[in-house]
């Protein structure tokens, strides 16, 4: 499942959560798939949300937004309940909804030069996607905290010591490398492999309550002049470059 759009780093938009969940759909009925594999177009993973649309809808139409951010975790939780892994293969940069969605994966591949972004703050919204349930799971709160409080950007090798990729690649090898482990975990039964991703999904559970939270909070920052503000800034940079 390739995310394109390279111009604008492959952003995301309702009509990719509705084309990710068809492709899960169709993936989980067919015999001759036994795992997925989500990479991004043009040496980019994916910048996250679109801030034009968001701006737009943000003056124009909330409901719309709520509906876009409700289709995305929708996504989310089919990647997470999907009986089949799914794997992310991470090039160049990952941002906001965009770490999200990789971390939503069972296993992240990324080339050594990967950059994860946490730019909901900048925007002056807070995180959807689960991002504030995969991040405190993995890191503790007060290390979750400060990274999406402080929007900071990781390397993929500090995230691969704190455990949340699972092996690093040579640039431009992501896809390469997450392909062949996804050859290696379908030597593994399925069956088996079905139920070990829903005995850990049980083991973390409250990521349902945390995606309605979140969509929740998306909402009310975004109504707030804080938001308004900063994604104006955050475009006005975009048309300087």
């Keep these: 499942m390739t995310l394109s759009g390279a111009a604008h780093r492959n952003v995301l938009s309702p009509q990719v959560y509705a084309a990710g969940v068809e492709a899960l759909n169709m993936a989980e009925s067919s015999p001759d798939v036994q795992a997925v594999v989500i990479t991004g177009a043009a040496r980019h993973f994916c910048a996250g949300g679109d801030l034009q649309r968001l701006h737009h809808n943000r003056q124009h139409d909330l409901p719309a937004q709520r509906a876009a951010v409700q289709s995305f975790h929708d996504w ?11 794997l992310a293969a991470v090039e160049g940069h990952a941002a906001g909804a965009g770490v999200s ?10 080339s050594s030069e990967a950059r994860f972004g946490l730019s909901h703050i900048r925007a ?25 409080a402080l929007g900071e950007t990781h390397e993929a090798g500090s995230w691969a010591a704190a455990g949340l990729v699972h092996s690093l690649c040579e640039p431009g090898q992501a896809l390469a490398s997450a392909l062949a482990l996804a050859d290696q975990l379908a030597q593994q039964a399925p069956c088996a492999l079905s139920s070990l991703k829903e005995l850990l999904n049980q083991a973390e559970a409250g990521l349902s309550a945390q995606l309605d939270s ?9 109504q707030q002049g804080d938001a308004g503000a900063a994604i104006d800034s955050f475009l006005a940079r975009r048309r300087r470059q």
């Design 214 to 222: 979140e969509l929740n909070h998306f909402m009310h920052t975004l």
């Design 124 to 148: 002056g919204l807070s995180p959807d996607g689960g991002l504030t349930w995969a991040l405190t799971n993995a890191l503790g709160r007060q290390r979750a905290w400060a990274a999406l």
């Design 101 to 110: 969605l990789a971390l939503a994966c069972d296993l992240i591949v990324a």
């Design 76 to 86: 989310i939780v089919a990647m997470r309940t999907f009986p089949k892994p799914v």
